[in-house]
């Protein structure tokens, strides 16, 4: 096992990277089963050395070969593993196959499943379905899948929990909740993403030592993005610096009723490094909200007009948190749009946007799954149900680039033609105010000069690894927008 790829493809590229592996480098279809088979058992043995009673669950094709392999060394081993079969073995065809016979040499017992056969069962090891899964699970394997899901026992999955959908992370009917997934030659888009991270527990891979030269032909669907560019992008101040070198961030929004969206945009913006950061927001909130953070330059605006002087001044414009969708939000945004300076948009912005569609290229986009839906006309069901295709379709109807929020935030970029990945961020964020701070960390750095696609990653990602230390510290649930600004000043100085 190694340390987790950048790279992540779709099913059909995995299978690709197999077909090469197998028929141009000559390694054997079997060999490869039987490697997959032996990290994964390595894993189990790692994970949980002191399981002794392991009922390993197959199905009919090389997925539940795969566990074949596992439960025989399982029993070669000492331990009292048995499978469980979903599909008669007599059907097995090829390497799935030889891995029954072979299993069935080792006198491993072997059984249909049924809830009374679990038994006394320590652990589980799910190798039902593979990724080539399409269409929706019923049946018995429906049936298996929820009562996996209810017996008291972790449950290993072996290369994807079986009912995820390996390119799109949608469960497709019912899925494995797996403690750990241990996947194999490449990393599937899926696990990383809608409801991948819930299905999968820790994820680890195995190349199964398929040769280095197989991976370049195919480009990747995207790539993970764990910040391993900051040093460069976020470089030590010179020490003759002053406030103008590293730009001035105008936030606009604090309807009535939601000054603290604004607020907390700000705040990000100047704990992440603006060198100013001005708030207009309504003449009610202003003088309040100057007395609690005086290093925020906070103005009230009432008309397009007095937002005038200060679109003048900036030099990123962070709009939509709290903005509203009257007639004051509209013309602020209107006024904002005038202006042609670089935006990122969120919130009631994104909301606007979609009434009244535009196409640029000097802004970036943050919408959540529902804001996204509004944005692409379609439900918040349609873009989960593939996160990766909806990213990429904003970027092309919208320009610029675009950070799909949620469970593995996506950021694509129409220029740069790609796609990332945040590999970073835990549900504890799930919390009012969120989007807030991430809207100010990411205009903060397009203020210090980061290209657009660069502050959308390194935004994300350190978002996300600022929620994860301040999870670390004090437990997810609970966890507040306010808690991230601490951890968000220590990234940006790596």
């Known amino acids: 096992m190694r340390e987790l790829p950048f790279e992540l493809y779709r099913a059909a590229q995995v299978r690709e990277l197999?077909?090469?592996?197998?028929?141009?480098?000559?390694?054997?279809?079997?060999?490869?089963?039987?490697?997959?088979?032996?990290?994964?058992?390595?894993?189990?043995?790692?994970?949980?050395?002191n399981a002794r009673r392991i009922a390993v669950i197959c199905g009919g094709g090389n997925n539940g070969g795969d566990g074949y392999v596992v439960a025989r060394l399982a029993r070669q081993a000492g331990l009292q593993a048995r499978v469980l079969t979903l599909a008669d073995p007599a059907g097995l065809r090829g390497d799935a196959q030889t891995a029954w016979q072979d299993a069935l040499a080792a006198e491993t017992p072997i059984t249909p499943f049924s809830t009374a056969s679990l038994d006394d069962s320590e652990l589980l090891v799910d190798a039902i379905l593979g990724t080539g899964l399409e269409r929706e699970v019923s049946g018995v394997w429906r049936d298996a899948i929820e009562t996996l899901n209810a017996y008291p026992a972790?449950?290993?999955?072996?290369?994807?929990?079986?009912?995820?959908?390996?390119?799109?992370?949608?469960?497709?009917?019912?899925?494995?909740?797996?403690?750990?997934?241990?996947?194999?030659?490449?990393?599937?888009?899926?696990?990383?993403?809608?409801?991948?991270?819930?299905?999968?527990?820790?994820?680890?891979?195995?190349?199964?030592?398929?040769?280095?030269?197989?991976?370049?032909?195919?480009?990747?669907?995207?790539?993970?993005?764990?910040?391993?560019?900051?040093?460069?992008?976020?470089?030590?101040?010179?020490?003759?610096?002053?406030?103008?070198?590293?730009?001035?961030?105008?936030?606009?929004?604090?309807?009535?009723?939601?000054a603290g969206a604004a607020r907390l945009?700000?705040?990000?913006?100047?704990?992440?490094?603006?060198?100013?950061?001005?708030?207009?927001?309504?003449?009610?909130?202003?003088?309040?909200?100057?007395?609690?953070?005086?290093?925020?330059?906070?103005?009230?605006?009432?008309t397009p007009g007095e937002l005038e002087p200060l679109l003048n001044r900036a030099t990123v414009i962070a709009i939509g948190p709290g903005l509203g969708r009257d007639d004051w939000g509209r013309t602020l945004l209107d006024a904002a749009l005038a202006s042609d300076k670089p935006l990122v948009i969120d919130a009631d912005g994104l909301n606007l946007l979609a009434a009244k569609p535009l196409f640029r290229d000097n802004w970036i986009l943050t919408p959540h799954p529902g804001e996204a839906a509004r944005l692409l006309k379609m439900t918040p069901a349609q873009v989960e149900a593939d996160r990766l295709a909806a990213v990429e379709d904003l970027a092309l109807r919208y320009g610029g680039v675009v950070v799909l929020k949620g469970a593995g935030?996506?950021?694509?970029?129409?220029?740069?033609?790609?796609?990332?990945?945040c590999a970073a961020g835990n549900p504890g964020m799930a919390s009012g105010g969120m989007g807030d701070v991430l809207t100010g960390v990411i205009a903060a750095l397009r203020a210090q000069g980061l290209p657009p696609f660069a502050a959308a990653k390194a935004g994300v990602y350190l978002h996300g690894l600022a929620g994860d230390q301040a999870a670390q510290a004090g437990g997810e649930r609970g966890l507040l927008a306010t808690d991230l600004l601490p951890f968000l000043r220590q990234g940006v100085n790596p």
């Open 18 to 49: 197999d077909r090469i592996a197998i028929e141009e480098r000559g390694i054997p279809g079997y060999t490869l089963m039987s490697r997959a088979g032996e990290a994964a058992f390595d894993l189990l043995r790692q994970r949980w050395p």
């Open 154 to 258: 972790d449950i290993l999955a072996l290369d994807i929990p079986s009912g995820l959908q390996a390119d799109t992370g949608a469960i497709l009917g019912a899925a494995i909740r797996a403690a750990a997934t241990i996947t194999f030659i490449g990393l599937k888009l899926g696990l990383f993403t809608g409801q991948g991270p819930a299905c999968c527990g820790k994820i680890h891979f195995a190349d199964l030592s398929a040769p280095p030269d197989i991976y370049p032909p195919l480009h990747p669907a995207c790539r993970r993005y764990a910040g391993e560019d900051l040093p460069g992008l976020l470089p030590p101040r010179q020490r003759s610096a002053h406030k103008g070198y590293f730009g001035h961030v105008l936030v606009i929004g604090g309807d009535h009723g939601m």
């Open 265 to 302: 945009t700000g705040e990000a913006a100047a704990r992440c490094g603006a060198g100013l950061t001005s708030i207009a927001t309504r003449a009610a909130h202003a003088g309040l909200q100057a007395a609690v953070r005086p290093e925020l330059m906070f103005r009230g605006v009432e």
């Open 409 to 421: 935030s996506l950021i694509a970029s129409r220029e740069q033609g790609g796609v990332a990945l």
